[in-house]
C-alpha cells in the first residue's frame, strides 16, 4: 500500500496540479512528429523563432492568466496594449524621445491607468467580467483612435529602435545564423515574477481563493475589491509590456494592431491548464499552452496550410481545451460514493477493474 | 454585567446587547440579547426565519445591526466587521463552510488567519505545520494535500473546524452543523466539541434537530419571530418543550402510519438491482399507498439506489417492474414514462429554478400531460393544477408568483414535491424531504405525504433521519455497505432500533 501510494504520488507530482505535465508530453510529442515529418524543423533557428513569435502571446498570456486564475475573463488586454504602446511612441515621436525606461514607464502608467477602469468597474459594479472587458475594449479602441491617432508610424524612436535589432543570443550552426531576440529575457522575467507573486504573496493567494468562491474569500477576510482593483491594474501594465513588446519586435506601430487576437491568447491559456471556473492555473502551464499554440502554428505553416485555417485551428484548441475541463468536471461530479471497503468483492472481473479505475 | 469576575458568574466570551435589525421594514431581530461562556455550548434554536441566520452575520461582521451592541473581552462594538470579528477570535462556521474548494486542504486552514495577520507573503511549506499541528491535535485523519474539493462533507466540516481552530478562535459559531452528517459522524464531531469545550472555546451550535440539541449543549436560546423567547439550562428542557417554544404550540412526532389494505397491488418491485461500487442485490417491493423508509449512512449506497431507480446512475444488473410490468431505467425520460418521481438531496441546486415563481416551478416537470390537442399549453389547465398544490400543500408565500428563492426551507422543499404531484407518478421518491427544514414545517411536509399515499400514491423516503421515519414509514429498509441488511416493520420500527441496524 505504501508503495503503491508514493509512486501515486510521484506520478501525480509528474503530471502537475493543472496537467502540466501532459502538456508538456504534449509538446514534446508535436515537437518530435514535426521533426520527422521535415528535418528543417529541428534546427535551431525554427525553435529561436518559435520562441521569438512567442515572446509577445507570452506576455499577454500572464495577465490573462491572473483574471482567470480570479474567476474573470479579459478581452480588453490587447485593446489596453495598443493604446499604451501608441499612445507612447505617439508621443515619443511627436513630443520627445524619454529613452527606453522612460518610455516603459509612460506605457505602464497609461496601461494601468486603462486597467484601473476596468478593475473599478468590475469589483465595485460587481458585473461580469466578459461584458465589461467586451464594452472596455471598444471604448478603449475607440477613445485610441479618436484622441491619439489612427496614422501608421513606421518608424520607433531612436530609443526603441535599438533594441529592435539587439539579440541576446547569436549563433551559427552549419553556416545558419540563429537569432534569439533581446525581448525573451523580459519575457522570462516577468514570468518567474508572476509565478512567485501567484504562489507566495498573499495578494497571490487571494486571487485563487476569489476564483475558489469570492463569498469565502470575503468571509476569510481577504479585501476582494481591493485586491480585484489591484490585479486588473496590474493585469493593464502586463498589457502594456506585451504591447511595448510588440511594437519593438514589429519595428513600427500602429493602431489598428492587436484587437482581434485575443482568441489565440485565451486559448493558449485555457489549454495551459487554467480552469475556465477559476481558481485553478499556473505560469508554466501557460507558458506550455503558449508553445503549444505556437508549435502548432508553425506546424501548419511548414505544412503548407493555409492562414485561414490557422484560426480555425486556434478556435478548435479553446474547444478541446475547455471541453476536457468539462469533461473531467462532469467524470468527477458523476463519481459513485461509497466509503466503504468492500469486504468480499464480487467475483466479476469486469466489476473489479471498474472499481480500479474509479480509484485511480 | 459591569465586570463579573468572581468564580461563580465567570466572564463572558462574547455577549450580545439588545441588538435590533429591519430589513426593508420587517423586523428581523427585536431586540436579542445572549452571553455565551468560555467552555460551554449554547444551542440557538428557532423555525426558519426567526433571525438564527441574521444573528448570526450580525456576530461575524457580515451584517450591521440598527441598534445594540457586541461585547468581546470588555470591548463595545457597535457593529463588527469581518476582520475585526476573526481578530477577536469569533469564527463562524456556515452550514456551506466557505472553504476554497480549489484550495488544498492545508493552505484551507493556513490561509485565513494569515490573512487575519495582515501577512503579505505567503509560504506553503511554513504554513503546513500549523495545519499539521491542530490536526493532530484533534486527533484527525485528514489528507492535508488533498483539495477541498475532493473531501467529502464531514472531511470539508472538519476542515472548517481546523481552520477556526488554528486561529485561536476563542468563539466557535457552527451553522446547522450535522445537517449533512451521518449519525456516526455526527458522535464524532460531538466528541471533538468536547475537546474543544476542554480548551476553554465558546460553542454557539444553530442547530433543527431537537435530540442532538439537547445531547451536546449546557444552554439552550429559543429564537421566534425575531424574539428572544428563553435562556435555559439544557438539562431543564426537552425536545416537547423546546418545540412548544419555537412554534407556540404542541408538535406531535408520534409514530402515526395508516393500516395498509391486504390486498394493497405491488407497484414497484426491484430484483438483484446492482451496481459496482455503489450497491448489490437490492430486492424490494413496494405496494400502493405504502410509504417506505429507506436508510443507511452516508455513502451506504442509499442515495445511489434512489438515483439508480430514476435513471440517473443507471444499474447494471437486476429487474424493476412497475405494476408487473418490466421496465428499462436507463435515464431519466425512462423513469419518468414509468411514472417515478425523485426529489433529490440537494433540491436547491437540482430540483428548483431559484429566480423562477412558484408557479412555474411547480409545472416545469409536468408540461407535456398540460397540453391543449394543438400541443400548445393548455393554461386554463396549467393555472387550475398550480393553485390547487398550492392550496393543498399550504405554501405559506403572497401568491404563485413569488420567487422560489424568496421562501424559507420548508416552503421550497413544498415547492419541489408540488412539481412531481403535479406529474401524478405512481412512485415518488424523496431524498432526505426534511433535511434543513424545521419543525413546524416537517410534521406538515410529512403530513402532505401521508395524504398523497393515502390517495394511492407509492412513496419512499431516503433519510437517515430516524425519528422521521418512525413517524412516518410503513417499512424501513436498512442498507450498510451497498447492500440491503434488514426490513423492519411494525413494531420493530423505532428510532434506536434504526439507528442500530444502520450502524452495525
Redesign the interface.
Known sequence: MNTSGSSVSVLRRLRGANNEGVLALILIGLVLAMSAANPAFFTLPTMFAIVRSSIVPLIFALGVLIVIISGGIDVSFAAIAVFAAYTTVRFSTSITDPGLIGAFALALLVGAGLGLVNGAVIARFKLPTLIVTLGTQGIFKGALLTYIGSRYIADLPGSMAAVSTTNVVEISVDGRDAYLHVMAVPALLLCLAVAWMLRRTMFGRGIYAIGGDQEAARRAGFRVVRIQVLMYVLVGMLAAVGGMAYQIMGRSSSPQELVGGELDIIAAVVLGGASIFGGRGSVLGTTLGVLVVQVIGNSLILAGVPSAWQRAAVGGLLIVGVGVQALAAKKSGRRVHTNVDDPAPEPEPEAEREREGARA | MSSPSSEDSPVAALQVRDVVKTYGGVAALQGVSLDLYPGEVHCLAGENGCGKSTLIKII?G?EKPDSGQIVVDDIVHHAMD??AA?KSGIQ?I?QDF??????TVA?NIA??A???ER??????RASRPAAQAIVDELGLDLDLDADVE?L?VADKQLTAICRALVHEARVIIMDEPTTALTHTEVSRLFSLVERMRARGVALMFVSHKLDEVLAVSQRVTILRSGRHVLTADAADLDPASITRHMTGHDVDDARAVSVLPHDAPVVLEVEGLG????F?DISFTLREGEILGVTGL????RT?IAESLFGV?PA?RGTVRVRGERVRLRSIDDAIAAGIGYVPEDRLSQGLFLEKSIADNMIAGSLDSHRTRWRTLDSSRVRQTIQQLFDRLRIKAPNVGASVRSLSGGNAQRVVIAKWLANRPRVLMLNGPTVGVDVGSKQEILDILRAEAAAGMSIMVISDDAPELVSSCHRVLVIR??RLVHILEGQEIDVTTIQERMAA
Do not use: C, W
Not at chain 2, 466557505?98 to 484550495?103: A, G, I, V
Open positions: 461575524s457580515a469581518t476582520t476573526i463562524v456556515y466557505s472553504l476554497f474548494p480549489n484550495l493552505e490561509l485565513t494569515a490573512v487575519a501577512k503579505r507573503l505567503y509560504s506553503r475532493s467529502s451496481l459496482p461500487g455503489a448489490r452516508l455513502g451506504s449506497g445511489e446512475l447494471a455497505q451497498g
